[in-house]
């Protein structure tokens, strides 16, 4: 209870949308938190301006399609764009991270842990995934949203199956009915190679809480222009939850049936979310709504699809750069003069 009174607290600190605002005729408002965020205070600031522009260019498209429906998404301009989105939370809910939240005690159990020893290490994980989610929270548009997602899913496939290896290596078959009487517990691992298999599931939600945990919300909704955005949020989060509550009524009977296996099943899932993000999902960071649209309706790029996402790549120093010194810039390279526009 009291994380979510500091949570509702700490949003009535936060600015209101620009984008928002324009689209409800506060233009004045709208203006005055681009200079916040963006302007370092000067309202003339030619990036403050240049944004200001583009809002309204895209609010007045907005306005002249105002009829949206759940279809919309399946339009030829739309579908590439809803099967990243859908497949982005799909995918966090196939890298096994839920199934490391909820299970953990069926695996430290079958890594020889019990008592308060199980649940304090059992614990652990939980701080681990909360201090690891601050790095992405202060870099991921540093990083870029593709390469946070494609190192994240190497990772987590890398861990999965060290876990599996050591346990088909090193364990053996639980008595009949399982562990402490519980089926799911159906292996059983004892001495280092337990201890390994512990650090490897840390590791695991290391790698998640900086990759995918964060990522996996802040990519789809860049994908959609505002006038499709709150369905498409809609859509894509039905599936996260979806493949939740899938997940959470097959592993039990997973671990009992195919045991250490199941860590294969999700490494599995991880090689081909890497690669499946590798070949189809484009860099977003730094890019403007408009900058996206280019993208996937870029007429020299590949039909429905657009510009190759392996092409795209990160814009933030760009946008950095023009929110303090504007849109004409001259940069000394090499003792030249460089003049560069950017739109």
């Known amino acids: 209870m009291i994380p979510a009174i500091l949570l509702f607290l700490g949003m009535m600190l936060l600015p209101e949308s620009p984008r928002w605002l324009a689209r409800k005729d506060r233009w004045e408002e709208c203006?005055?938190?681009?200079?916040?965020?963006?302007?370092?205070?000067?309202?003339?600031?030619?990036?403050?301006?240049?944004?200001?522009?583009?809002?309204?260019?895209?609010?007045?498209?907005e306005r002249q399609n105002a009829d949206v429906s759940f279809m919309e998404l399946l339009k030829p301009n739309m579908i590439n764009r809803t099967h990243v989105g859908v497949f982005t939370q799909i995918w966090s809910q196939l890298t096994g991270m839920n199934v490391m939240m909820y299970y953990i005690t069926y695996v430290f159990a079958m890594a020889g842990l019990n008592g308060n020893n199980?649940?304090?290490?059992?614990?652990?994980?939980?701080?681990?995934?909360?201090?690891?989610?601050?790095?992405?929270?202060?870099?991921?548009?540093?990083?870029?949203?593709?390469p946070t997602l494609l190192i994240g899913a190497?990772?987590?496939?890398?861990?999965?199956?060290?876990?599996?290896?050591?346990?088909?290596?090193?364990?053996?078959?639980?008595?009949?009915?399982?562990?402490?009487?519980?089926?799911?517990?159906?292996?059983?691992?004892?001495?280092?190679?337990?201890?390994?298999?512990?650090?490897?599931?840390?590791?695991?939600?290391?790698?998640?809480?900086?990759?995918?945990?964060?990522?996996?919300?802040?990519?789809?909704?860049?994908?959609?222009?505002?006038?499709?955005?709150?369905?498409?949020?809609?859509?894509?989060t039905s599936f996260n939850w979806a493949f939740n509550f899938a997940l959470g009524w097959f592993v039990p009977p997973a671990f009992e049936n195919i045991k250490w296996q199941v860590y294969i099943?999700?490494?599995?899932?991880?090689?081909?979310?890497?690669?499946?993000?590798?070949?189809?999902?484009?860099?977003?960071?730094?890019?403007?709504?408009?900058?996206?649209?280019?993208?996937?309706?870029?007429?020299?790029?590949?039909?429905y699809i657009g510009i190759p996402a392996w092409k795209t790549r990160n814009e933030f120093s760009r946008g950095a750069t023009l929110e303090q010194v504007g849109f004409d810039e001259e940069k000394k390279i090499g003792g030249t003069v460089q003049h560069s526009e950017t739109a």
């Open 31 to 61: 203006h005055a938190v681009l200079t916040l965020v963006h302007g370092h205070g000067d309202p003339d600031s030619p990036f403050v301006q240049s944004e200001f522009e583009e809002i309204k260019g895209m609010c007045e498209f």
């Open 118 to 146: 199980l649940l304090v290490s059992s614990s652990i994980q939980y701080v681990i995934n909360v201090f690891m989610t601050i790095p992405a929270i202060l870099w991921l548009d540093r990083w870029g949203r593709r």
């Open 154 to 236: 190497a990772l987590m496939a890398a861990w999965l199956y060290a876990n599996a290896g050591l346990m088909a290596a090193h364990g053996h078959a639980a008595p009949p009915g399982g562990l402490n009487g519980t089926p799911a517990e159906s292996w059983e691992i004892t001495g280092p190679p337990s201890k390994a298999v512990i650090a490897c599931t840390y590791l695991f939600v290391a790698s998640y809480a900086i990759t995918w945990g964060p990522a996996s919300w802040v990519y789809p909704p860049g994908l959609f222009p505002l006038r499709v955005r709150g369905k498409a949020n809609a859509l894509c």
């Open 265 to 303: 099943v999700f490494g599995v899932f991880c090689t081909a979310m890497f690669i499946h993000v590798f070949f189809m999902f484009p860099e977003t960071a730094g890019k403007t709504l408009e900058d996206v649209e280019a993208i996937f309706t870029d007429p020299t790029g590949i039909p």
